[in-house]
């Protein structure tokens, strides 16, 4: 029997699915509400309009294009995690860029004026802790209270075929985590921002007008390979489908390969005992100060594993086992980036996958039955 290995795997399910058509490719719908106006995009590099940047693509198009607003990692991607990103001008089209970054998360009244419709268009991946969806949230808001309308060009979600996690408990919002949603909930932008509206969570809910272009040919059960990277340490698919299960050791003592050619496809620590494979995290552009720089780590490579359709906590758990001092394990972060204390907490007593995973249960059932009423494609 022929075995394929991951890329091979993906291009072929690619090249064997019918074409998804992201919103931004489906201009007839949306140009007119942007005709004869003054435009703010909120975008990165993931903005494309085939080969084309959507700013380019509006401009070419007559659009009138004042304002662009940019995400963590800034408009055209290359910041690091959590880089502070100022304000500047795009240097290949002039437009001022204003980043919604930092300490500056929500468009302002001075940010907004002279402008008639915010676009917004950027390729999420479907994990709690990706910011993006908290940018949205910022910008709904701002939206709502300063009456602009928001044209969505929705993209798929290439984790958008699962629902996974521990549901977020609202005392531990953050920046990371707004909403209480689980780690993966499978919802694309559009359905996430329908959902932000229409349970209140986002505030001047009833004062947004949202237009959301939707993607053709999209499913919930699409395997969408992203044309683009989303981030600088999200560089394939492998480390996109492996992102929602190492993020969790950003809140540990424990490298998750950032700096290394396998970020978000590793993990490791001087301190683990010989495994049979090593890295050794180096400062590089998207990386500049990773996580355990310059000392060789003993680890696990799972950049030739086929991902499961669930989040994993076996590479978390493990880590925990092998780690020698239990008591620095755990940062600061890593009960936002859990979303409660009840998972460290679980881990410290012991706790299976199996048990830990079964405590999920009824936030899951419960925050699905929210999800299926916002849902625009066929899950």
Not at 232 to 249: E, G, K, R, V
Not at 257 to 281: D, E, I, L, V
Not at 335 to 355: D, F, V
């Amino acid at each position: 029997m022929l075995k394929l290995g991951l890329p091979a795997l993906l291009a072929l399910l690619a090249a064997s699915s019918p074409r998804i058509i992201p919103g931004a490719e489906r201009m007839d719908l949306y140009l007119s509400l942007l005709q004869g106006k003054r435009v703010a995009v909120f975008a990165n590099q993931t903005a494309m309009v085939g080969h084309t940047h959507l700013v380019d693509t509006l401009l070419k198009s007559g659009v009138k294009v004042v304002r662009i607003f940019s995400p963590e990692h800034g408009f055209r991607g290359n910041a690091d995690a959590g880089e502070k990103v100022g304000s500047s001008r795009d240097s290949l089209t002039g437009i001022e860029v204003v980043s919604l970054y930092g300490t500056h998360l929500m468009p302002t009244a001075a940010d907004l004026e002279g402008i008639d419709v915010l676009v917004f268009d950027i390729q999420d991946v479907g994990v709690r802790f990706y910011t993006y969806i908290s940018s949205l949230q910022y910008c709904l808001e701002a939206a709502g209270e300063y009456h602009k309308p928001v044209v969505l060009l929705d993209r798929p979600n290439p984790n958008g075929f699962y629902v996974d996690g521990p549901i977020l408990d609202t005392a531990f919002r953050s920046f990371v985590g707004m909403q209480p949603i689980p780690v993966v909930y499978g919802m694309t932008l559009g359905e996430y921002a329908h959902m932000l509206l229409g349970e209140g969570w986002a505030k001047f809910a009833s004062e947004c007008k949202l237009t959301v272009i939707p993607c053709a040919g999209y499913t919930h059960r699409s395997r969408y390979v992203l044309p683009v990277r989303p981030s600088p340490n999200l560089p394939d698919m492998q480390s996109i489908y492996l992102y929602p299960s190492l993020c969790w050791f950003e809140g540990t003592s424990i490298s998750l390969g950032r700096g290394t050619n396998k970020p978000f496809q590793c993990f490791g620590s001087p301190a683990f005992p010989p495994t049979g494979f090593t890295f050794t995290p180096r400062s590089m552009p998207g990386a500049k100060t990773p996580p355990l720089m310059d000392k060789v780590c003993n680890g696990y490579d799972l950049s030739t594993i086929r991902p499961e359709a669930k989040l994993q906590l076996k590479w978390l758990l493990e880590a925990y086992r092998l780690y020698p001092d239990k008591g620095t394990f755990f940062n600061t972060s890593f009960n936002r980036l859990a979303g409660g204390e009840t998972l460290a907490s679980q881990i410290k007593s012991g706790l299976s996958e199996e048990a830990i995973r079964a405590s999920w249960g009824p936030g899951l059932k419960a925050f699905r039955a929210i999800r299926a009423k916002y849902l625009l494609y066929p899950d």
